[in-house]
């Protein structure tokens, strides 16, 4: 999808160039980049917010001040072709909680590419930073305002009324949401609000944030060059209460000064501007600390909040200590070699676990387990990472890990289980990695639950990681909770080593262990066992509570000496920072696994209508675009997207932005990861039905699936006439096909 989407946005750049700007020398067109080949496949992919213009009819591309009357362009563009549009004025307001951040960009773009007298659906783009979450996105054009709301669809039924538009997910680097408007006019400006939310990075007591914010030269009006508004607002709160201190930035921020409370920061930059930002927002700032702190915060729910118990988070930091002790390690790597993993995923994943293999110390052990319908095992124990057995072993991944076969998960994760089960003041870990999903994926979890209850004083952890869409994400997530580890996932191919890499960093660098929060009377943690605390990234845990809390909280947990810790977290209120919308992603997140586990009903319903209350997206919910104009109150708008008056328009329904259960069907057949077919265009499924009739194996005996591929060029005509033509094809063979009946069956003689 990602090439695909850049593929159009090289046709629409080269639509472009019939535009018209005059012959005022002084009136240039827009800059145009060189055109996409192979190399650079995905080279036109938005690096900033951007805004297209979606052309299926490539005579209403002209410049709609100065018509240039160029003969017409006969034939139309499928798929569509993508012109990126001028923008006329940019804001960015960027605010870090804690370690996320909400990023909302304003902005305004003109369809300077339209005639006047014709219209076009805009396509909206936008590349999100670490774990990004779009929240909304609020569109004014033409008079009319439409905006984005999450609505719980019951049935099949109530989505087909509704009206269908292209948008959803690019699972590329960054992460990239894209939606299209309804039709815009030549010539109209368009107002457009997006926020999202997305994870601050974090490296030895440093946050670092990164917004997609390189504009191309393109995007830059046509004409004399003027000067144009740009703008950046950042407020930062730590959380913690301590001293916060900037260390880098990309834009020449101004320190606001009015801000005077310990652990916040906040920055302005404001300019006149020729060209657009040509670098993306990057900042970093440090939380001063050499050991292990953090704070617990407080805060009331919202009025409308369907939970009105009190919200609290405890919240981690481990400090920049440069010469912390870690824990010693056992590490098995339970790896998925199944036909569906052949090329460049099984080779990021091997060239990972040499890179791991080699960071071990002498004192830590390791052993593979590659596994598809059957188990493989680099030694039948636990050896010891000397430079010797790591290079054994590195030679050992390059002859056996060779895909093929089908997927079984469970044997070689009790193999490892066993392998673990005598280990004495080490830290064992079981970092499984798969692209699949399976039938017995409940009961797996089952069985490590029971083995995980026997362990001795530190059972194994289960870090899991994903592969693409077709593996089951919430069984991998509800896998590493019960084994108290940590759970990513790369669903573009192109991720998967520097994000196994990362977890595989934040698995090995563990500091405390067996982290337990002091028990209270009448208090919810949202995680049944808490996740051990790396010195690559901070812990949050979260819960509701009834009553009074404490001003203190105690957290206990275990030290790589095997000696016991006990830290006083200080209660804070939180009231400058928004903790419902803060916890609400890695809930909805736990309560989806959780409601997959034990497929219960009544908290599908409680996350879908957590999901509607903040804007999370979830597995139960569906983005809509309605437009602004609604009957009844807000609160009544969020229950039903049914609630649009009269004069208001049909709702326009996104595609599913969620990654669903797995597929167990894929994964039987072995398709590799990225490999999601395209739905069939509507001329397509016709064709696809007529050659689908009662006289279907004739047909197939002429045909083959490459025809049935081709037709996806056709148009709707051409496929009602092939419709008519098979159709009396097929009533001839029928008739054919019953003659010879009577014949076999009568003789032919009239039957007795």
């Known amino acids: 999808m990602a ?20 012959k005022d020398r002084a009136v240039s067109p ?15 992919l938005p690096t900033a917010p951007m805004v297209y213009a979606v052309i299926s009819d490539p005579g209403i591309v002209d410049n709609p001040d100065i018509p240039s009357y160029q003969p017409h362009v006969h034939g139309r563009c499928d798929p569509p072709a993508l012109i990126p549009l001028t923008m006329n004025r940019v804001e960015l307001q960027v605010d870090c909680y804690m370690d996320t951040a909400f990023i909302g960009v304003s902005g305004s773009w003109r369809v300077h590419c339209i005639k006047g007298s014709k219209s076009c659906g805009c396509r909206v783009a936008i590349p999100m930073g670490e774990q990004g979450s779009i929240l909304g996105v609020e ?70 944030l990164n917004v997609p914010f390189t504009f191309p030269e393109y995007v830059i009006p046509p004409g004399k060059k ?25 834009h020449s921020l101004k320190e606001l000064r009015g801000i005077s409370q310990v652990g916040k920061l906040g920055f302005l930059y404001e300019a006149d501007v020729l060209n657009w930002s040509n670098t993306d927002f990057n900042f970093s700032y440090t939380v001063s600390s050499s050991h292990t702190h953090g704070a617990v915060l407080v805060q009331s729910p919202p009025m409308h909040d369907i ?37 460049k995923p099984l080779d990021d994943v091997k060239n990972v676990i040499s890179a791991a293999l080699s960071k071990l110390h002498p004192e830590d052990s390791f052993c593979i387990i590659a596994f598809n319908g059957q188990t493989f095992l680099s030694s039948t124990s636990m050896k010891s990472a000397t430079k010797e057995a790591v290079e054994r072993a590195i030679e050992w991944i390059g002859i056996n890990l060779i895909a093929g076969g089908d997927t079984d998960i469970l044997p070689p994760l009790t193999q490892a289980i066993e392998m673990l089960s005598n280990t004495r003041g080490s830290f064992p870990i079981i970092f499984l990695v798969t692209d699949g999903s399976v039938q017995d994926e409940r009961q797996i979890c089952d069985a490590m639950k029971n083995r995980l209850t026997e362990a001795g004083p530190i059972a194994p952890r289960i870090y899991t990681f994903g592969i693409g869409t077709f593996c089951n994400h919430y069984f991998l997530r509800m896998l590493a909770m019960i084994g108290r580890g940590q759970y990513d996932a790369a669903y573009d191919i192109d991720l998967v080593e520097s994000r196994m890499q990362n977890l595989f960093t934040r698995a090995s660098s563990v ?17 049944s066992h808490i996740p051990d605390l790396s010195s690559e990234s901070p812990l949050t845990v979260s819960g509701r509570f009834r009553g009074k809390f404490p001003s203190t909280l105690k957290v206990k947990g275990l030290l790589p000496d095997m000696s016991n810790i006990e830290i006083n977290l200080k209660l804070q209120d939180a009231k400058d920072i928004p903790l419902d919308k803060l916890c609400t992603k890695g809930q909805i997140e736990l309560l989806t696994a959780q409601a997959w586990y034990g497929d219960n009903k009544k908290l599908e319903d409680k996350v879908a209508k957590l999901s509607l209350q903040t804007n999370v997206v979830s597995e139960y919910t569906r983005m809509v675009i309605l437009h602004k104009e609604l009957s009844g109150s807000q609160e009544a708008s969020k229950k039903s997207c049914t609630n649009i008056t009269k004069d208001s328009e049909k709702p326009m329904l996104l595609p599913t932005l969620s990654v669903g259960f797995g597929n167990l069907v894929a994964t039987a057949e072995n398709i590799p990861p990225g490999s999601e077919e395209q739905k069939l265009p509507e001329a397509a499924e016709i064709f696809v039905r007529a050659a689908s009739s009662c006289c279907g194996a004739i047909w197939n005996r002429c045909c083959c699936m490459a025809c049935i591929q081709c037709c996806s060029k056709v148009n709707p005509q051409c496929a009602t006439v092939f419709t008519q033509l098979f159709t009396g094809l ?5 008739l054919n096909c019953c003659a010879f009946c009577w014949r076999g069956c009568c003789g032919g003689d009239g039957g007795s």
């Not at 004014?140 to 099949?156: A, R």
Request: hydrophobic share 35%.
């Open 226 to 250: 003027y000067l144009k508004k740009e703008k950046i607002q950042l407020n930062v709160n730590s959380g913690v209460g301590t001293e916060v201190s900037c260390k880098t930035a990309s």
């Open 511 to 527: 500091i405390l262990s067996n982290i337990a929060v002091e028990t209270l009377d009448d208090l919810e943690v949202f995680r």
């Open 139 to 208: 569109v004014d054009v033409n008079g009319k305002s439409y905006h984005t709301q999450l609505s719980q669809l019951e049935d099949d039924k109530e989505m087909e009324k509704m009206t269908h538009v292209e948008g959803g997910f690019l699972r590329v680097k960054p992460h990239i949401f894209t939606l299209t408007t309804p039709q815009v006019n030549g010539g109209a400006n368009i107002s457009i609000k997006m926020s999202w939310s997305q994870k601050l990075s974090y490296s030895n007591g440093n946050f670092s």
């Open 307 to 343: 939970d009105q118990r009190e919200i609290f988070s405890v919240y981690l930091l481990p400090g920049n200590e440069q010469s912390r002790k870690v824990f010693r390690r056992d590490v098995v790597f339970v790896v998925d070699i199944s036909g569906s993993m052949q090329g």
């Open 730 to 734: 097929a009533c001839a063979g029928c």
């Open 30 to 44: 827009p800059k145009q980049p060189p055109s996409m080949d192979k190399a650079t496949s995905c080279a036109f």
């Open 3 to 22: 090439e695909d989407f850049s593929k159009a946005v090289d046709d629409g750049l080269k639509f472009s160039k019939r535009l018209y700007f005059g």
